[in-house]
């Protein structure tokens, strides 16, 4: 049964083309056909944040039948953000399809993703994807890989890894990069079978499944995900859980299923080598172990990286709260964040000094905007304060995580991205240009990438591209004051007219347009200066039956800047909180009144 089992997980960089490959497998594959109302592409990304960002969040699986060989496939985040999923389908999978992309090259996520693979010991087989791309360049991707395995410190066995060529989109492969010679995907399907080793295990020895991840069914509830390492289990068995932080309990499975196609299938057993969902497993957790009780096995800690940026969550306290949102108490929302850190090991949620505000921890800003993203479409209504990085005291030394920048930018706007990288306490590690483009590396506290984002887009006026990747601790830098900005704040509660905001608008740039509901204490715009103004947007022209001097003309108020929730939280200071609804996504001061604001700068002098 084992012998005709691979187990394989899909890792790239962003935007390397993993699941329009994962599509082409499936599509494929023997006796695979989509189902009544299945999307024809992308299919893994059946997430609707996914789908929209056009990158993988949630690590998935599928199952394909080869020639009588069944192939778990995993599809995985690219980003680094999501490194936990990564971390943990390594411990699930026998061997990985590193994609690369052939113009591009192995990019600042494919170090990181590769590195995980290499450190489980896995056969790695590189797939050069997108060779139908106009200006592909194989063998630069194929050395420069080779290079990255190099750096990784990869066993010879591991740098002596076999290529194939593809074009996912076309779903095309070949082991030379001829287009016109591919014919099919099959050259893949043949390496995973020929390259992935089968899974070890036998099904004489003691039951043993490490839980990688979950999964909720309507009708059989929690589901926990793995590979069982060891040993059968069958429906109805005891067995007992070891769980992840101590203990341990008897559980009967009251279900198994197995991995078919995109869906799921009822199995009676399953045998050593598979990955299987169980049901009936109770308070199962991520990183627990299932084992026999007559025959308890131990499991290794599933080790996963810690978080590097926190951000506090607390119940909406603005003039608008309840009235937008579906969950507003503070028991809703730390419930829902409780259950989120069930599936998301990587993520952390500790209790504050007051009761209504929770400090979240994740792996980087992206990790934690997609958490508020889900929980707002979900109806949930809470606001969030600006984030911080996460120190920590090594040796007697405080330390902060330090990320690994690579940037292209036109050469021309490479002065403007180096010297904002200078005010952030970036240093430069590499420089070199090719053709019009620059290629920079930089080195820089997490705390300088803070708010970077949208000043990179300004600054190369949307022509460049940014990756970073976590590079480790280093000693505390100097202060960084690099996103110090003033803000345009609403003088009293009412509706925007445009007679006051064309006055507001001398001031700075604005984030609301006439006719909108707005609160005292509430940003409105950013000012041109360092300094906060208060700025009365509520305010009307008194009609009367004198010509006024601006009669003649008319005057237009120009398009306000429409912020995204990315751009709040990047945007906001540490006096300021993003309040966050189904419907909106607003900017506020902590002490919305100049009083309570005074008040509050006297008590901390």
Known sequence: MQQQIRNVAIIAHVDHGKTTLVDALLKQSDAFSLKSGAETELIMDSNELERERGITIFSKNAAVSYRGTKINIVDTPGHADFGGEVERIMQMVDGVLLLVDAKEGPMPQTKFVLGKALQAGHRVIVVVNKIDKDGARTDFALNKTFDLFVELGATDEQADFPVVYAAGALGKAGLEANLESMKDIEPIFDLIVKEVPPPTGSPEDPLAMLVVNLAHDTFKGKLAIGKIMGGI???????????????????????????????????????????????????????????????????????????????????????????????????????RLLKEVETDVALRVDQTATPDAWTVSGRGELHLTILIEKMRREGFEFQVGQPQVITKVIDGTKMEPVERLTVEVPEDKLGGVIEEMGKRRGTVVDLKVEGTSAFVEFTVPTRGLIGFRSRFTTLTKGQGIMHSLFEGYEPLAGDVNANAHGSLVAHESGTTRSYGLMAAEERGELFVGPGVAVYEGMVVGQNAKEQDLRVNVCKEKKLSNMRAKSDGGMEFLKVPRQMTLEDAIEYIGPDELVEVTPESVRIRKRYLTEIEENRAKKAAQ
Do not use: W
């Open 233 to 335: 289990v069958r429906r109805n068995q005891q067995v007992l859980l070891v769980k992840r932080e101590g203990g341990e309990a008897k559980v009967t499975v009251s279900a198994i299923t197995v991995f078919d196609g995109l869906g799921r299938a009822d199995v009676e057993i399953g045998y050593a080598g598979d990955i299987v969902a169980l049901a009936g497993l109770g308070t199962v957790s991520i990183g627990d172990g299932v084992t026999e009780p007559e025959r308890p096995q131990r499991f290794a800690e599933l080790a996963i990286e810690e978080p590097t940026v926190a951000v506090v969550f607390g119940v909406n306290s603005s003039p608008f709260a309840g009235k937008e949102g579906k969950f507003v108490t503070s028991r809703h929302i730390y419930d």
